[in-house]
């Protein structure tokens, strides 16, 4: 058996009344792929939020690596290894597209092991980088303004520079969302590939068939409730998952 | 205005075109055009203190120096304001740097080329110890602990009668020769002008830009933005304290004025004036506003609503700032050329 990379315990958020996280447990096993799926509001974000540090919990813990890593600072988080994507792109607009991800490079983290290299070549590596989730160098495209980039090429963006920190596990917040058919289909790919090189992803996404075709493990939120947890058939065929997510079942047939 | 057989010409898009490469260096012209915006103001900051002396203008002398010391506080606070905190308590590393300087001089009769290079660091280092726990505000409340910090000091000196209470510092070393002074603070000048704009031109300066932009993003780049945002008050505030050890020094007494509200309003006043972001803006708006609030002198109390109407005025007409404009303007230069004859 592999160990467990990631262990949440009991974690729990509440924003006013409203209890977001509620005793949610889970792991994630070195070189496990998990989806997170949940209907809207079901606290999936906020989930995220807490294993990184964004937001306090009110109770419950996270370990990595079997470190204690509970109220961390999101940046010590990162450099720690787990790298997350934002639902909410959050590039740096005022920033050429390719110097976003040279910031990620220059984090500790990376710089500890691509040390020495002259100004330059973090520009290049953070080029390739956006070739790899599908930006046209040729286009000139890493080069243009954040601010200038359509919606689908900052959700790349933002798995680039999950990318640029040579995580060990990726955090991906709806990556999929407001992307295209065709962009949807390109990153699925990338993220086809993450899979076989044994990366060690938790995925949040809506589009139910693309994750249950990657998904090793499937994890179902509800009102901030752990509702159900087992492989993409079993949970395609729980009655449970159905009855609070109606309206996907169509896309699940 | 139309010329026959003529078109226009942008200046800069050849240049532009071929500014990155050796051939840049073929045309006389080319280089004047691209080196002219940066030598001049150079030479101009060289020239004027010696016209002032040809001309026997003291006062106005005086002038230049309150300029370029005040100016470096603007550089400081357009730096800070490159990470998105806006300080406006300037005062406070100026009057660091001054005391530190006065007192080490004053008490320990230590000298001049010792002082100004302690108080700069000391006085950084504390600024930077003073503001550190407030470093997770944002934005106005930020703004407005650092706006009372100068004014806690004023009153602590004035209350306990630390370091001479409202007297000052008098007697202090001055520096040999006013042309010591003056390009000993021209020189502070151009060196922080060059290095920041050098700096937010580097990876390290998109960190920078990138905290302001989105915090959230650098933090999951991995980089810790209270880390930064030390570092860049530090850097603002020894660009203050070296101002204010000047300041003391050069004119032989420091007191309780070093952290007058004056000191934290003009350089902001400036970079606004000037527009944010270049360095050079900041510059440019005190070279303007300081020169501009002396000459109002002679208006008596009328001086600060004819200088409030110009600082509108200015914001109204060039929201941008006036060194944005005047750039954007320059790089629109154009020539006539010869268009092809057509059949
Ligand atoms: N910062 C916040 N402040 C207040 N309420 C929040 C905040 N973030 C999330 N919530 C609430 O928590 C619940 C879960 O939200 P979220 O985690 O974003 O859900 P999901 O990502 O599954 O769609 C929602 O009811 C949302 O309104
Ligand atoms: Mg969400």
Redesign the interface.
């Known amino acids: 058996m592999k160990r467990d990379l990631l262990k949440v315990v009991n974690l729990t958020k509440s924003f006013g009344g409203v209890r977001a996280v509620d005793e949610v447990s889970f792991e994630v096993a070195e070189g496990e792929f998990l989806g997170l799926i949940g209907p809207n509001g079901s606290g999936k974000t906020t989930t995220v939020n807490l294993i990184t540090g964004y937001v306090k919990s009110d109770k419950g813990k996270v370990f990595f690596k079997g470190k204690d890593i509970t109220g961390k600072a999101p940046y010590a988080i990162a450099n720690i290894g787990i790298a997350r994507s934002f639902q909410m792109v959050r590039p740096l607009y005022q920033l050429p597209a390719f110097k976003n991800i040279v910031v990620a490079l220059r984090s500790p983290r990376v710089m500890k092991e691509i040390r020495g290299g002259k100004y330059g070549e973090l520009d290049d590596i953070a080029i390739d980088l956006l070739e790899d989730v599908g930006f046209e160098r040729d286009s000139f495209v890493p080069y243009k303004l954040a601010s200038a980039l359509p919606h689908g090429y900052l959700k790349r963006m933002e798995l680039a520079r999950c990318m640029a920190l040579r995580p060990d596990l990726y955090i991906l917040d709806e990556l999929f969302s407001g992307m295209s058919m065709s962009e949807v289909a390109a990153t699925m790919f990338i993220i086809e590939k993450m899979k076989q090189g044994g990366k060690t992803v938790i995925m949040i996404e809506h589009r139910l068939r693309e994750l249950f075709r990657v998904a090793d493990r499937v994890l179902v939120l509800n009102f901030g409730r752990k509702i159900a947890e087992g492989t993409p058939k079993e949970i395609s065929e729980s009655n449970e998952v159905k009855k609070a997510y109606i309206g996907v079942e169509v896309e699940l047939a | 205005m139309v010329k026959e057989g003529y078109r226009k010409e942008r200046l800069d898009r050849g240049i532009k075109a071929r500014c990155d490469s050796i051939f840049m260096l073929t045309s006389y012209r080319e280089i004047l055009y691209m080196l002219l915006p940066r030598v001049l103001p150079i030479a101009a900051l060289i020239i004027i203190p010696l016209v002032l002396e040809v001309s026997g203008q003291v006062y106005w002398q005086k002038v230049f120096i309150l300029a370029c010391v005040i100016s470096l506080l603007a550089m400081g606070w357009d730096y800070l304001a490159s990470v998105g905190l806006v300080s406006l308590g300037q005062a406070l590393f100026f009057g660091v740097g001054a005391y530190i300087a006065g007192a080490l001089n004053h008490y320990l009769k230590w000298p001049i080329f010792l002082t100004i290079p302690v108080a700069t660091l000391g006085g950084a280092l504390i600024c930077t110890l003073l503001l550190a726990p407030i470093i997770r505000m944002r934005g106005i409340y930020f703004g407005m602990v650092t706006l009372a910090f100068p004014l806690f000091f004023n009153r602590i000196i004035e209350a306990t009668k630390l370091c001479g209470g409202t007297e000052g510092l008098p007697g202090l070393t001055q520096f040999p020769t006013i042309w010591v002074a003056t390009y000993l603070i021209i020189g502070a000048l151009l060196i922080c002008l060059f290095a920041f704009r050098r700096i937010i031109d ?3 300066g ?2 920078l ?2 905290i302001r ?2 915090d ?10 209270y880390w930064v945002k030390v570092q860049a008050i530090f850097i603002c505030a020894a660009a203050g304290a070296f101002a204010g050890a000047f300041m003391s020094h050069h004119i032989g007494i420091v007191g309780m004025s070093v952290f007058a509200l004056d000191m934290s309003i003009m350089p902001v006043a400036a970079v606004v004036l000037g527009g944010g972001g270049t360095f050079a803006g900041a510059t440019l708006g005190t070279f303007i506003l300081v020169p501009l609030s002396e000459f109002l002198r002679a208006y008596g109390t009328l001086r600060i609503a004819i200088y409030s109407l110009v600082m509108v005025v200015c914001v109204v007409g060039l929201p941008e700032g006036i060194f944005h404009y005047l750039q954007r303007k320059y790089h629109q230069f154009d020539r006539w050329v010869t268009v092809e004859a057509k059949e």
Do not use: K
Request: no cysteine; glycine share 10%.
């Open positions: 580097t990876d390290y998109m960190v830009r990138g932009d989105n959230r993003a650098i933090m999951a780049s991995g980089i810790n933005i």
